[in-house]
């Protein structure tokens, strides 16, 4: 069974820190993995990642992948309180058992002025 | 493009009524999904479909039945509802298995 592990499940920063967000995996056959953003409604993408060590940019958030370790981090720089939201990551197998994204908990992040 | 709608947004049943949630996508994507969000439990894969036509189930799929007569459309139904089914419901599409998944806006399901 694949599983995805997110830390910390919760955090407070102040506004202008930088955050690392962490997410582990166990997945069989490992496709992809992909970090969205959730503030009051629906998840939105934010990146996808297959190939390891290959930093993918979004202004102030960056991520990158670490396929031999089985992990994945997301950074943000000079946070702001529009940042605050659950932060989830999911990942997809090649093969076998179900379609779909499999997810973590979720960190949830919350940026004080 | 209006991408992934979900309908009603908001649902109070009894235990023991019926009701069919509907997702609608305008992007000619083959894969749609239906999850269930509890707190503290992330997002959970109730049935899924690669196609029009076929279903398949994830990984909760108890008391939950789906059906895809239409490419555009994925219809999650609760034939019986129970308590237990209190959740926020997203239906999600996308256009090839690895790829992102486009999220509808939730429906919130409430069973007393």
């Known amino acids: 069974e694949d599983k995805v592990v997110q830390s910390p499940l919760s955090l407070v920063v102040h506004e202008g820190d930088t955050v690392t967000l962490n997410c582990s995996y166990e997945?069989?056959?490992?496709?992809?993995l992909l970090w969205y953003k959730q503030e009051k409604k629906a998840p939105t993408f934010l990146f996808m990642l297959?190939?390891?060590?290959i930093e993918k940019k979004s202004g102030r958030l960056s991520s990158i992948l670490d396929k031999k370790e089985l992990f994945s981090i997301l950074n943000i720089t000079a946070t702001q309180t529009g940042d605050s939201a659950i932060y989830l990551c999911?990942?997809?197998?090649?093969?076998?058992?179900?379609?779909?994204?499999?997810f973590g908990k979720g960190t949830h992040l919350i940026i004080q002025p | 493009n209006a991408g992934v709608t979900q309908t009603p947004k908001f649902r109070v049943l009894k235990t023991g009524q019926s009701m069919t949630l509907l997702c609608a996508q305008d992007?000619?994507?083959?894969?749609m999904y239906w999850y269930r969000q509890d707190p503290g439990m992330g997002l959970r894969l109730i049935h899924y479909?690669?196609?029009?036509?076929?279903?398949a189930k994830g990984e909760v799929p108890d008391g939950y039945n789906v059906s895809r007569l239409k490419k555009q459309n994925f219809l999650l139904g609760l034939e019986s509802a129970a308590p237990s089914q209190t959740s926020v419901y997203f239906c999600a599409s996308s256009g090839d298995r690895a790829t992102r998944e486009y999220f509808g806006p939730g429906t919130r399901l409430t069973v007393t």
């Open positions: 297959t190939s390891s060590g």
């Open positions: 999911a990942v997809v197998n090649s093969g076998g058992g179900a379609d779909g994204l499999t």
């Open positions: 479909s690669v196609g029009e036509g076929t279903t």
């Open positions: 992007m000619n994507h083959e894969y």
């Open positions: 997945v069989t056959n490992f496709r992809s």
